[in-house]
């Protein structure tokens, strides 16, 4: 993969996080906030906790930091999948997400 479809990839992913945070806040009082500085978005959760996504471009992965821990993602047949094998980042987001929320929260891969 080039440097320039790394990067329309993984903005792609970024902006569909913050869609995402925007939509749950419409159809749930989860109430979450995302913020986004570059190649990062931060949602913070009532309960101030955080999950931090960001860009690794060097590696042309996207990582994703939450309470449960440090998880990398690299663009594989068509989704970002953990390099270690643990999944898929949308269902990891919403599992992790849930898990700090305290609410079932969906974030659902968008359509291709």
Sequence with gaps: MTDPQFL???ER???AVEAHCDRINDETDADIDNQRVGGMVTITFRNRSQIV???QKPLHEVWLAARAGG???RWIEGQWQDTKGQGEFWQSLSQ???AQSGLILDFSPPPA
Excluded: G
Aim: hydrophobic share 60%; glycine share 0%; net charge negative.
């Design 96 to 98: 992790h997400a849930s």
């Design 53 to 55: 996504i960001n860009l």
């Design 13 to 15: 992913l970024l902006a």
């Design 71 to 73: 998880f990398h993602y």
């Design 8 to 10: 329309d990839l993984a």
